[in-house]
């Protein structure tokens, strides 16, 4: 017999692939990273389906139980995740560090050819003869 958390637990994974779609289908999300989250979501309902079948998993990996094989694998891949998105924010940062050097450094050309272009106002008041 199906138990409320399984239910809930299907129902939450399948609306998690289909927004993982949704967001690659957008471009929001790579295909690596699409294919991660429906892995991980199937999963998910893999084992809300047959809870039973951790104990084996657990068992097989020297864990005691079921439930705390999920959840060491559930911290692995968080901490995987996280790691992930460190990476991703470090390459975001030197890339807009080097977008805001090569913006500085256009303005600072506009602006030296700017200068050369401005007449003073002394040279109106005095034109060199």
Known sequence: MIELYQ?????????????????????KMSLGMLLLWILIWVIVIIISLYPNDTNYL???TGIGRGLDFVLILGILLSFYLIFKMYNKIENIEEELTDL?????????????????????????ENPKK
Do not use: C, M, P, T
């Open 100 to 124: 805001i050097r090569e913006i500085a450094i256009q303005n600072k050309k506009i602006g030296s050819e700017d200068d050369e272009n401005v007449i003073n106002e002394s040279d109106i």
């Open 58 to 60: 657990a068992s097989y």
């Open 7 to 27: 239910v809930i637990a299907i129902i939450l994974g399948l609306i998690a692939i289909l927004y993982s779609i949704l967001q690659f289908r957008d471009g």
